[in-house]
């Protein structure tokens, strides 16, 4: 057993039973999160301002009718300086931990401390890794294929390239030839469905498994801790306290939210957290539960986003604002649009392919198209490093 191993052992001890405690109770999981994050936030601006340091005295009902439902752009500020937030940090860790305490023991025989982790992107939150694993992780290079990579994680989009791009470099004819010891990809930021055939194809690895994780600035909120679901196991006990707003309710000035206790199988919710210099953020995910003991979810949307099939993760604002900019440059007036993916086998995962309904066409399709594409990659640095990576490719109109 290598060294890393050892420690691994050691360090994850416990991981696997805490992921089974908040998995199995999750209203008492939820219920001494709740009042730990009160207690912690008494004496901050917050918690005078909502009188947190009465915890005892306020339940999670009395928690929602005094603290209002926020959303991003009253929390920008706060989600801008996520990755320098300490408790994100250690949300993130612990996090991690879990993930991998869960998958080695589905997979006792696992190896993957024996090889390289590499992390793809720089933008995403798979990079939080403890400490101790740290050595074990490289970053994406040109000499990547010379490592001994055992894991790999970052959006499938990004990897799915980067695997290809490997294999011309290496000259073989698939990964499993490259890294015999690849085992494990965790995917996350983005819906990994439309990706998992085109990866498995090329890695060629029978022993391949691919997870999913839901990560953003705000935190690390759930992973796939089962094969055979594919929903993604709600992280109870990781400092983020939940709340679900009915989909419905949505479009009410008073949106009312209720307690994670009361979902419902087959319908949709708007995920609201509080933790991680939060509180009762409606953080922008729609999401069905596959299970209800374990909380299990699947992102069905998300409220703030256009598109985010690439990870590209463009919002609703970035992508009227690009518009505006194509229609002033070329004349033309649109009455409504909407893009959708076009996904390739090439050399990138494809395009966003817009359909859009002019009410005066533009003088010159070409320009539109090129501002429209110009005015995203200075809008969205995630989707300009997208398009400078060739993991994209430029717009264009249905």
């Known amino acids: 057993m ?29 219920f001494q999160l709740f009042g730990n994050l009160l207690k912690r936030a008494a004496k901050t601006d917050v918690g005078r301002r909502y009188g947190f340091g009465n915890q005892y005295n306020m ?4 928690f929602a009718d005094m603290v ?32 991998i305490a869960s998958y080695l023991r589905r997979n006792p025989d696992s190896a993957i401390f024996s090889g390289k982790i590499l992390l793809m992107g720089g933008k995403d939150y798979f990079d939080k890794m403890p400490f101790w694993l740290s050595g074990n992780c490289i970053y994406e290079s040109e000499n990547a294929y010379k490592e001994d990579v055992a894991c790999i994680c970052g959006y499938p989009s990004n990897i799915l390239v980067f695997l290809r791009r490997v294999l011309g470099k290496s000259g073989r004819q698939n990964i499993h030839e490259v890294w015999p010891n690849l085992e494990l990809i965790v995917c996350g930021g983005m819906d990994v469905s439309p990706y998992v055939t085109a990866i498995e194809d090329v890695v060629s ?38 709340e679900l707003i009915p989909e419905p309710e949505l479009q009410n000035a008073d949106s009312k939210a209720i307690p994670l206790n009361e979902a419902k199988l087959g319908n949709r919710y708007a995920l609201v957290i509080s933790g991680n210099g939060l509180w009762r953020y409606v953080c922008g995910y729609i999401v069905e539960f596959t299970s209800l003991r374990p909380h299990r979810i699947r992102v069905v949307d998300n ?40 996904f390739s086998d090439g050399k990138s995962c494809g395009r966003l392919v817009w359909n859009i309904d002019f009410t005066l066409p533009p003088n010159d399709n070409d320009n539109f198209v090129k501002t429209l594409d110009f005015e995203l990659r200075r809008l969205n640095e995630v989707y300009n490093d997208l398009r400078f990576k060739n993991i994209v490719d ?3 109109l249905k």
């Not at 339940?59 to 009395?62: A, C, L, N, V």
């Not at 990560?215 to 006990?237: C, H, K, T, V």
């Open 68 to 99: 209002p439902l926020c959303r991003y752009d009253d929390v920008s500020d706060v989600l801008a300086e996520a990755p320098r937030n300490r408790s994100v940090m250690d949300n993130n860790e612990l996090s991690v931990r879990d993930v």
């Open 205 to 242: 690895c029978p022993k391949l498994k691919i997870i999913s994780t839901l990560s953003g600035p705000e935190g690390f909120l759930a992973f796939q801790d089962n094969a055979s679901d594919g929903g993604l196991l709600l992280m109870l006990d990781n400092g983020i306290y939940y």
């Open 2 to 30: 290598s060294i890393v191993s050892t420690i691994a052992s050691i360090s994850l001890r416990g991981h696997s039973e805490r992921v089974d405690m908040y998995s199995q109770y999750p209203d008492e999981s939820q």
């Open 394 to 396: 430029e717009v264009s």
């Open 59 to 62: 339940g999670p009902m009395e």
């Open 303 to 342: 409220i703030y986003l256009f598109s985010n099939a690439f990870g590209e993760k463009i919002s609703k604002n970035q992508a009227a604002k690009a518009m505006r900019s194509a229609c002033m440059t070329t004349g033309a007036e649109v009455r409504d649009f909407s893009a959708e993916p076009e």
